[in-house]
């Protein structure tokens, strides 16, 4: 078995190559050409982190994946990265483990961010007037940068808790050719821009329904386990496109679980990206839809990624 870190990983991915391996995978998904096991899920309330389990394999695909990925976010006042873990490729045909991707949970914040920007492709309003942004971890950061393919727009308005992360952060967005406002609260984020994305462990809603603009498209990725939300699940039930990753997982604990136990939606609202994305459901229809991404990850998105690196690293 073949062992690469996250030095050679980012050395050797090809981002647009991901991009199409990602999107092929929600596809396949919706289409149920996938296997995907339950996540098995760690909390560890004493230490503010969790841990998931994820597998997946695409029917036909040469390996599946096997993926752990922790998230203990008191670790960057430790020195540490929030996000840890790390990707095992098996082969499909024999299933000896053909390498161990030791990315530092890399990978999974870059399908992550990935998934971003493709339903920014397909929700986002025609004219951006301003990207906000609730977060300044790691994922906000390639969530910003991986945006930048899909918008033109270079007017970011930016909030999260602690000032030296915020500022950090203002730091790297104008590195990225950014002009950047600093929010005191989220509704100055919410007022201010019409393309949102909420990256933050928040345990509570962030974003108010009352506080969101007309056309704005909004996409969560918070809500990734139990007792996670950033948004109102009133928001939720205002918006006229809601596109999740997967409508059964989304549904146990999404942003759209809260709506949908408050009676404010029904499950037949929600749309999976690989139905849009295969043109067998819309997008965005016009410019003045309140859009949604309620973005858990899948496991499929794991095994896209790696088996993209892996082949990447064969080169």
């Known amino acids: 078995m073949k062992v690469f ?41 004493h230490a503010n982190g969790d841990c998931c389990i994820k597998s997946a394999y695409l029917e036909g695909s040469e390996t599946f994946t096997v993926k752990v ?14 996000n840890d873990g790390m990707m095992l490729v098996f082969c499909a045909r ?15 914040c870059i399908r992550t961010a990935l998934a971003g ?46 000032p030296a992360r915020l500022e950090a952060y203002r730091g790297f967005a104008r590195t990225l050719g950014f002009n950047v406002r600093v929010a005191s609260k989220p509704q100055e984020v919410a007022q201010a821009a019409n393309l949102i994305v909420c990256a933050t462990p928040s345990r509570e809603p962030l974003l108010q329904a009352a506080w969101i603009r007309p056309g704005t498209h909004v996409t969560a990725l918070g809500a990734d386990s139990v007792g996670k939300q950033e948004l109102d699940p009133a928001l939720v039930g205002m918006a006229q496109r809601i596109i999740v990753d997967s409508a059964a997982q989304c549904s146990q604990y999404g942003e759209v679980s809260h709506a949908l136990e408050a009676g404010l939606i029904e499950r037949a609202q929600l749309v999976e990206l690989g139905a849009v994305l295969a043109g067998q459901a819309p997008g965005r229809e016009h410019d003045d839809q309140v859009t949604l991404a309620d973005l858990t990850g899948v496991a499929i998105q794991d095994a896209q990624i790696a088996q993209c690196a892996w082949a990447s690293l064969q080169r």
Not at 13 to 35: M, T
Not at 69 to 82: A, H, I, M, Q
Not at 94 to 108: M, N
């Open 5 to 45: 870190d996250r030095q050679a990983i980012l050395a050797s991915l090809d981002i647009e190559q991901a991009v199409l391996r990602l999107e092929e995978g929600f596809v396949a998904f919706s289409e149920g050409r996938v296997q995907v096991p339950p996540v098995q899920a760690f909390a560890f309330p």
């Open 94 to 108: 024999t299933g000896a483990p053909l390498g161990l991707l030791a990315d530092g949970g890399w990978l999974t």
């Open 117 to 162: 920007r493709i339903v920014a492709r397909l929700l986002a309003p025609s004219r951006v007037e301003a990207i906000g942004m609730l977060g300044t971890g790691m994922q906000a950061r390639l969530q910003l940068a991986h945006l930048m393919p899909v918008t033109a727009c270079r007017e970011l308005v930016v909030w999260g808790r602690d």
């Open 69 to 82: 990925s922790t998230g203990f976010y008191d670790n960057p006042g430790k020195g540490l990265e929030s």
